[in-house]
Nanobody
Framework: HVQLVESGGGSVQTGGSLKLSCVASGEGVYNSACMGWFRQAPGQKREAVAALYTAGDSTFYADSVKGRFTISQDNAKKTVYLQMNSLKPEDTAMYYC????????????????????????WGLGTQVTVS
Protein backbone atom coordinates (compact mmCIF):
# COMPACT_ATOMS: atom_id res chain seq x y z
CA HIS A 1 0.00 0.00 0.00
CA VAL A 2 1.55 3.29 -1.14
CA GLN A 3 0.97 6.38 0.91
CA LEU A 4 2.12 9.95 0.31
CA VAL A 5 1.74 12.51 3.05
CA GLU A 6 2.31 16.20 2.42
CA SER A 7 3.01 18.90 4.96
CA GLY A 8 4.33 22.42 5.15
CA GLY A 9 1.57 24.43 3.57
CA GLY A 10 0.30 27.66 5.05
CA SER A 11 -0.40 31.31 4.46
CA VAL A 12 2.35 33.74 3.52
CA GLN A 13 2.65 37.23 2.12
CA THR A 14 3.78 37.96 -1.40
CA GLY A 15 7.51 37.46 -1.68
CA GLY A 16 7.61 35.00 1.17
CA SER A 17 8.78 31.39 1.26
CA LEU A 18 7.44 28.00 2.21
CA LYS A 19 8.91 24.51 2.14
CA LEU A 20 6.64 21.58 1.45
CA SER A 21 7.50 18.01 2.38
CA CYS A 22 6.18 14.72 1.09
CA VAL A 23 6.92 11.47 2.87
CA ALA A 24 6.46 8.31 0.86
CA SER A 25 5.77 4.88 2.27
CA GLY A 26 4.98 1.56 0.70
CA GLU A 27 6.82 -1.21 -1.07
CA GLY A 28 9.04 -0.04 -3.91
CA VAL A 29 7.42 3.35 -4.37
CA TYR A 30 10.66 5.24 -3.99
CA ASN A 31 12.83 3.04 -6.20
CA SER A 32 13.51 4.47 -9.67
CA ALA A 33 10.42 6.59 -9.46
CA CYS A 34 9.20 10.01 -10.42
CA MET A 35 8.15 12.14 -7.49
CA GLY A 36 6.21 15.20 -8.49
CA TRP A 37 4.52 18.22 -7.04
CA PHE A 38 1.27 19.39 -8.58
CA ARG A 39 -1.09 22.19 -7.73
CA GLN A 40 -4.70 23.03 -8.36
CA ALA A 41 -6.41 26.33 -7.71
CA PRO A 42 -10.22 26.62 -7.49
CA GLY A 43 -11.72 26.51 -10.95
CA GLN A 44 -8.39 25.67 -12.56
CA LYS A 45 -7.05 22.45 -13.94
CA ARG A 46 -4.36 20.62 -12.08
CA GLU A 47 -0.84 21.44 -13.24
CA ALA A 48 2.54 19.93 -12.64
CA VAL A 49 4.93 22.21 -10.80
CA ALA A 50 8.12 20.22 -10.34
CA ALA A 51 9.34 16.65 -10.49
CA LEU A 52 12.44 14.63 -9.88
CA TYR A 53 13.76 11.18 -10.59
CA THR A 54 14.62 9.43 -7.34
CA ALA A 55 17.44 7.32 -8.79
CA GLY A 56 19.36 10.19 -10.37
CA ASP A 57 19.84 13.95 -10.59
CA SER A 58 17.08 14.78 -13.04
CA THR A 59 14.73 17.56 -12.04
CA PHE A 60 11.97 19.20 -14.02
CA TYR A 61 10.06 22.44 -13.52
CA ALA A 62 7.09 24.23 -14.97
CA ASP A 63 8.07 27.51 -16.60
CA SER A 64 5.94 29.44 -14.12
CA VAL A 65 8.12 28.39 -11.17
CA LYS A 66 11.59 28.13 -12.67
CA GLY A 67 14.09 30.11 -10.63
CA ARG A 68 11.71 30.35 -7.66
CA PHE A 69 10.94 26.74 -6.68
CA THR A 70 13.43 23.97 -5.99
CA ILE A 71 12.60 20.29 -5.70
CA SER A 72 14.92 18.05 -3.72
CA GLN A 73 14.92 14.75 -1.92
CA ASP A 74 16.27 12.84 1.03
CA ASN A 75 16.49 9.27 -0.18
CA ALA A 76 17.12 7.83 3.26
CA LYS A 77 13.90 9.40 4.51
CA LYS A 78 11.95 8.76 1.29
CA THR A 79 11.02 12.41 1.42
CA VAL A 80 10.68 14.96 -1.35
CA TYR A 81 10.74 18.67 -0.69
CA LEU A 82 9.54 21.71 -2.57
CA GLN A 83 11.22 24.93 -1.53
CA MET A 84 9.11 27.82 -2.74
CA ASN A 85 10.62 31.30 -2.75
CA SER A 86 9.39 34.65 -4.04
CA LEU A 87 5.82 33.45 -3.75
CA LYS A 88 3.12 35.24 -5.69
CA PRO A 89 -0.66 35.34 -5.22
CA GLU A 90 -1.01 33.20 -8.34
CA ASP A 91 0.87 30.42 -6.53
CA THR A 92 -2.14 30.03 -4.25
CA ALA A 93 -3.46 26.49 -4.65
CA MET A 94 -3.75 23.07 -3.11
CA TYR A 95 -0.40 21.36 -3.61
CA TYR A 96 -0.26 17.62 -4.12
CA CYS A 97 2.58 15.16 -4.04
CA UNK A 98 2.47 12.32 -6.54
CA UNK A 99 4.54 9.30 -7.44
CA UNK A 100 4.92 6.79 -10.22
CA UNK A 101 7.45 4.24 -11.29
CA UNK A 102 9.26 4.78 -14.55
CA UNK A 103 12.41 6.06 -16.27
CA UNK A 104 13.81 9.53 -15.77
CA UNK A 105 12.39 10.92 -19.01
CA UNK A 106 8.86 10.10 -17.86
CA UNK A 107 9.19 12.66 -15.06
CA UNK A 108 9.28 15.55 -17.54
CA UNK A 109 6.66 18.31 -17.55
CA UNK A 110 5.09 19.49 -20.78
CA UNK A 111 4.69 23.16 -21.65
CA UNK A 112 0.97 22.96 -20.93
CA UNK A 113 1.69 21.87 -17.35
CA UNK A 114 0.74 18.25 -17.87
CA UNK A 115 3.17 15.47 -17.01
CA UNK A 116 4.59 13.40 -19.84
CA UNK A 117 3.04 10.35 -18.19
CA UNK A 118 0.29 10.19 -15.62
CA UNK A 119 1.08 9.53 -11.98
CA UNK A 120 -0.22 6.52 -10.08
CA UNK A 121 -0.20 7.61 -6.46
CA TRP A 122 -1.37 10.84 -4.87
CA GLY A 123 -1.34 12.50 -1.49
CA LEU A 124 -4.26 14.40 -0.02
CA GLY A 125 -2.66 17.78 -0.53
CA THR A 126 -1.57 20.78 1.49
CA GLN A 127 -2.96 24.28 1.02
CA VAL A 128 -0.72 27.20 0.10
CA THR A 129 -2.17 30.70 0.25
CA VAL A 130 -0.24 33.78 -0.82
CA SER A 131 -1.70 37.22 -0.21
Amino acid sequence: HVQLVESGGGSVQTGGSLKLSCVASGEGVYNSACMGWFRQAPGQKREAVAALYTAGDSTFYADSVKGRFTISQDNAKKTVYLQMNSLKPEDTAMYYCAAKRGPAWSCAIQENGAPVMEYDYWGLGTQVTVS
